[in-house]
Each structure stands twice: as structure tokens, then as C-alpha cells.
């Protein structure tokens, strides 16, 4: 057997000796006899033994380093296990936050987009009618697909079979009838919650309870009368149409500078609801399934799982070791040395998991930030309804000021009237009463 040269030099110090020693002892302990005649047989038996001892020696140096071989290049199944699932959280765990950055900005997309939808569109023609009719049908298919299509324990239907018939006379292909699965979980936070990972009507689910949660049914742009709009625009000319665009869109007149404030308002609600909107789809996208195949994740029963989603990644991480009776078994059997590589690798998991807490703990931040500015907007309306009485009393200024010294003099004269007529009153009073007196000094 070759071995390494660090290995020879445990050896070799060990052979010299024995070396040494056996030359010594046979040159010290050879008997004199005449030339050329053989050692007696007691020096025979005293070279033996010293030949013996120096093999048991290289014997004991052999096994020493066969020892720290074998404690210091112990195969370890468990860190090619490790290798694997790392290597497919990387995979996955890079798709989680682009799948939720994805879905937040398509549905505020979705919900601005529909304003210019109503009015204006990118083509040839600054009005384009066509695109306003999609955009209503657009509305009815959303209103459908969360009520007609989602049959639940709200729904209602007709026992009648005479009724459930006339579906067909009729030429319909809806079921009138009892229905016959309901999806109330489609309105239950754990359709987002419980699943580990989800199937495809699971993941329909989610879509559904965001759109309950968030209310994207109500199209934004039918509080506005986009429709009155439109008539009065399309009735002018091209280069009318352009200018009267420009100045609601820069805010030149009244009517932009009403529309720039509506913008303000709907991006703003916009903004609040997606703290809380980018929060689900997180947990929506940490629980689908990954589009690329991985290798090395299995589930609680063993069975590997080839597009797990980041949360079966993060959980076979963590709970593989601990489930698994075979591992804690192998532990009476692998060396200090296998134990502290695998101790280095839980060392780096766990600071891995520690940020990814410190990633989960600025995501409760935002969301505690976001409700307290989202309270401060009672503060904002107060603000609003004092600064408007201000202005009111700012505009009346002026007229206040001269009503009010118009007012002093009127009251000065009505207070003068008032006491030239109570010491008129006072005098006849007094006339009276002197009158009275001599009537009586008369009688008596």
C-alpha cells in the first residue's frame, strides 16, 4: 500500500527504531566464535524476539494511521444529502421573490390600467370606442367568475326539475340546479395558508381570495363618467381632441386638476394595499410548486418530490435529521471529526435561517409602518375639513369687517332708541303716579 508522505513519516521513525535496535542487539550480543561459524542458538532466540517486537512496532503504526484515516476521511452520506437540498433551495428560493414582485405589480397593473382603458387607447384613433366595450365586458367576465363560476353556499338554485330542464330548451349550458361542489374555502384564509404546496385548483383558490380580500371587482373607473367623456371629445376635432387631452392630463383646467387628485387617491390606495397584497403573494409563491426540476428533496414519507416549493425545501431541510431514526442510530458510529463538519454545516444553516428571519421581520416593519401612516389618515381628513373652514374664513374676511362695523352702528342706534323710549316710559310713569297723589289729597 502507497501512502501519503505524511503518513510515511509516521512510519518511518517507527522502522528505524526497530532497525536500530535489532542491529545493535545482534552485533552486542553475538558470541565470540571462530571465523566464520554460525551464532549459538540463545542469540538466535534473542533475534527473533527483537525482530518480533520491531514488527509488532511497525504493526502499531500502521493501525495509528489507518485510525486517523479513517476518522479523518470518514464518507458521510448525510453531507451529500445536505449538498442535494442545498442546491435545490438555491434553485427554488431564487424564484420566490420574482414570482411575488410578478404578481403585486400585474395586479396593480390590472387595476390603473383600466382607467385609460375606458377613455383612450394606443391606437390610430385617440377615442378608440372598441376598446372601452372590451373593457366593460372585461368587467361583467370578472364579476361572473367570481359569483356564476364559484358556486357556493350563497348560491342560489331551483329544486324544481321542470326548472333544471328548461336549461337545455333554452339552449344554456349552466346548471340551475343544486349545486353540486361548493369552494367556500375559496373565501377562507387557509386556502393560502394551510397548503405546503399547491395543486392547480388550490393555487385558483388563492387567486380567488385575493380578489374577495382586495375587492378588484370594483373597476375604479366606473365611479367616473368616462362615458360622458368620451362623446364630448370624440365630437371634436383631432387637434381639439389633443389639446383638451393635454390640459386634463397636465392639469391646465379644472377638469385635470380634478382628475390629477383622483390619480393621487388611487395610487395611494393602491400603495396601502400592497403592503398587505405583496405579504400574500409571498405566501403564495413560497408554497408553488417550482417550474424546474430538483433533485434530493423528499417529503415525511420519503418520497422525493422533483418540483417541491420553497416551503417542502425548508421544511426537509430542517426536519430530515430529527425524523429520521436511521440518522440519529448513525451517530453512535461516526467519529468527532464527521461530527463537526455536519455541527459546521447546521452552524451555516442557522445563520441562514437567521436572516431569512431578519428578511421576515422587515416585511412585519413595512406592514406596522404601513398601518400606522394608514391611521394618521383620519388626522389628514381633520386637517382637511379645518384648512377648508379657515379658507372660508379667510374668504369672508373682508365682508365680515364691514358687516361688522355696519352692525356696531345699528346696535348703537338701536341702543339709543331703546333708552330714549325707556326714560319716556319713566317719565309717564312718574307724571302718572304725581296725578295719583293729588287725587287723593283731593278726596281726603
Known sequence: MKLPKNKNKMILPVVAIASFALSTLTFAGAPASSAGGAPTTSNSGVIAAINHVGNEMVALATAGVTAVDSAMYQFDQNLL?????????????????????????????????????????????????????????????RINALT???????????????VIEAQFTNGSNYYIGPPKTTYDNDFNIASITAPMAYTSSQLTATTDYLAYLTQSYNNPANAVNFSTLQTKLQAMSPKKQYSELY??????????????????????????????????????????????????????????IRHPSELQVEAYQANHRADNPAWIKGLQSKTSTTLQREEVVLLAQIAHQNYQAHLDREKILTSLSAMELQSGMAGKLLLRTKSETLNRQIKDFGKSSSRNHSGD??????????????????????????RNKAKQRENS
Open 81 to 141: 444529502t445536505i449538498l442535494k437540498a442545498n442546491t435545490a433551495s438555491t434553485t427554488v428560493s431564487s424564484q420566490v421573490p420574482k414570482n411575488t414582485q410578478r404578481a403585486t405589480n400585474s395586479y396593480i397593473k390590472n387595476t390603473l390600467q383600466v382607467l385609460p382603458n375606458h377613455l383612450a387607447s394606443t391606437s390610430d384613433s385617440m377615442i378608440n370606442a372598441a376598446a372601452i366595450k372590451n373593457e366593460n365586458e372585461k368587467d361583467a367576465n
Open 148 to 162: 356564476m363560476d364559484v358556486p357556493g353556499s350563497d348560491t342560489l338554485y331551483s329544486n324544481n326539475p321542470a
Open 247 to 304: 390640459n386634463i392630463i397636465s392639469g391646465q383646467n379644472k377638469l385635470g386638476q380634478a382628475y390629477q387628485q383622483y390619480q393621487l387617491a388611487l395610487r395611494s390606495n393602491i400603495a396601502t394595499q400592497s403592503v398587505a397584497l405583496d405579504n400574500f403573494n409571498y405566501l403564495i409563491a413560497e408554497r408553488t410548486p417550482s417550474k424546474t426540476a430538483v433533485s434530493g428533496i423528499k417529503n415525511s414519507q420519503g418520497k422525493t
Open 409 to 434: 352702528s345699528q346696535t348703537a342706534e338701536k341702543i339709543a332708541q331703546q333708552d330714549s323710549s325707556q326714560s319716556n316710559a319713566a317719565q309717564k310713569r312718574a307724571a302718572a303716579k304725581a
